[in-house]
């Protein structure tokens, strides 16, 4: 599966990201607020649920480590729920999206990333199948307890680890 079917065209001066719930630091972020951040670079594979995958891939964006210090999570946040523009939602534990090489990104192999592929902004999440890494970032709440996103609710799994073979829940 790759996406819900409905690829919106958002360009970046209209493009903003928010984020809410239980953090200490609320934020709301324009183009320029994003691309002001520290820029971090990570190569991984992804693996789509489906079975396919993709090998090498050159990221370029903001770490999760950053992001987590700039909204400083509230000791009670422990999951994650992120929205796509196209109305797509994922759940993932906060320590999943804590891992070393978690980057909120807008290139992909030295170039932006392309509509198709989730530009403006989109999560990259190695670790976990790729249905846990949203395109076309908008939102993410921080919530006390789990709220399961579009896939879940549909029987996939609430961690989605590749490597345990995590598919359903
Ligand atoms: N917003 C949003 N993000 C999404 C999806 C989606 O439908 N909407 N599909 C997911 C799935 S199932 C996969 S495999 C990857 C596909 O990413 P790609 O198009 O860059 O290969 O995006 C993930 N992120
Ligand atoms: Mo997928």
Known sequence: MLDLGNQPNIAPKDWTFSVAGHVTHPIKWTWNDFMAQPQETVTSDIHCVTAWSRFDNLWQGVSARHFLDVVKPKPTAKFLIFHGYDGYTTNVPIEHFA???????????????????????????????????????????????????????????????????????
């Open 99 to 169: 891992a070393s090489d978690t980057i909120v990104v807008h290139s992909w192999n030295g170039a932006p990333l392309t509509r198709e592929h989730g530009g403006p902004v989109r999560v990259v999440i190695p670790h976990l199948y790729f249905w846990k890494s949203t395109k076309w970032l908008k939102y993410v709440l921080f919530n006390d307890n789990e709220v399961p996103g579009y896939w879940e609710v549909r029987g996939y799994n609430a961690v989605g680890d590749p490597w345990r073979e995590e598919r359903y829940g």
